[in-house]
């Protein structure tokens, strides 16, 4: 966490003077860290700024009712004055309960595939009967034409940017696989995590079993296929996202599928499911043209200094990945479909 220079000030605030700080997890966005105070471990993480602090009172409300639904989910501890965070020098903290799990950078089997997908299904329908209205929505975080109109001005602000000559073709290919996406139907929206990439997902130490999501401060309403989409653009990229090279792999898409279908059959509608294949193709362009702008704009995502000599070349080689993803599951598209039919029963 910034080199694990944690004020004393914020571990006090949780009375947690002089308990053990160290790294957790590979996250670019929030700073996460181990608390270790006798035999009581907890997950501290500072916020990035991106974040309201009061988005924790969403997290708060969403993971007591996952509880409620017998669904493991972190717990928000309030501090020693009741507060769910505390902001010192300039930075958010919260402190949250630790779980026994691992994540992962990708997926190692398909029956990791279809572990992740079904608890993914039972997430949302856990989800399905809370009212809340959510004071803290992200608005407008899949309008596809938003971020189209946001990397073509990122090439007309940029064009003396170091890299330019080799940003703009990835830009030109990007913004024409996006002419040719489908249309999304319209569809009503679900409560769902916002971000639901396979790092965000802890498995089971000892079993292997899918454990929960983490790593909430997306949580909202959205239309479900796109969410599914966010998913399975993840899930299905052995690759990662850090690498120009990728491809979509259906025998990892196959049983994730399945085992979303196995929980949320009777609930989902066909206009849902029927629209997975498409909102994965969108979402893999949106999340290209998001990067390649900021390997222009250099503002947005972190990046690891370690692995890339700047910014925008860690956010060229992940706008790559996810254009050259996207290229394969267009070419796998129908095959695609048919494993959507088959695992939900239509056709």
């Known amino acids: ?50 974040f309201p602090p009061e988005i924790n ?13 017998g669904l493991v989910a972190p717990e928000l501890l309030p501090t020693v004055d009741g507060r769910l965070w505390v902001e010192i020098e300039g930075r958010v903290y919260r402190l949250m309960t630790h779980l026994d799990g691992v994540s992962r950078n990708r997926l190692n089997s398909p029956g990791e595939a279809r572990e992740a997908g079904g ?24 309008d596809t034409g938003r971020h189209m109109a946001v990397l073509r001005q990122a090439l007309l602000d940029h064009p003396s940017h170091r890299d330019f000559a080799a940003i703009a073709p990835l830009a030109g290919e990007i913004l024409h696989l996006a002419a040719a996406l489908p249309t999304l139907p ?22 292997g079993r899918a454990l929960c999501f983490i790593d909430l401060d997306t949580l909202g309403p959205m239309a479900l296929p796109l969410e599914l989409g966010d998913a399975f653009r993840s899930w299905c990229n052995p690759a990662g996202e850090d690498h120009r090279q990728s491809a979509f792999a259906l025998d990892l898409f196959t049983p994730a599928v399945s085992g979303y279908a196995e929980v949320a ?34 503002s947005y995502f972190g990046w690891d200094p370690q692995r890339f000599p700047t910014r925008s070349a860690h956010n060229q080689a992940r706008a790559a990945n996810q254009l050259t993803a996207a290229r ?6 129908g095959a695609a479909e048919e494993v959507v039919r088959r695992a939900f029963g239509a056709g």
């Open 1 to 50: 966490m910034q080199g694990l220079e944690v004020p004393n000030s914020v571990l006090s605030a949780w009375n947690l003077g002089g308990s053990t700080v160290s790294p957790l997890g590979s996250g670019l966005i929030n700073h996460t860290a181990l608390v270790t105070s006798g035999a009581d471990r907890y997950v501290l993480q500072q916020l990035n700024p991106v």
């Open 57 to 69: 009172e969403d997290i708060r409300v969403v993971t007591a009712h996952l509880r409620a639904r």
């Open 119 to 142: 608890l993914l299904a039972r997430f949302h329908r856990a989800l399905a009967d809370l009212d809340y209205a959510f004071p803290h929505r992200r608005l407008g975080v899949h």
């Open 186 to 207: 319209a569809v009503p929206e679900r409560v769902v995590h916002g971000d639901p990439k396979i790092n965000n997902l802890l498995f089971a130490t000892e079993t």
């Open 265 to 298: 059959t009777g609930w989902i509608t066909p206009e849902e499911s029927g629209a997975i294949v498409a909102g994965t193709l969108t979402i893999y362009v949106e999340l290209a043209a998001r990067f390649c702008a900021d390997a222009l704009r250099e």
């Open 328 to 333: 394969s599951l267009w070419d796998l598209r």
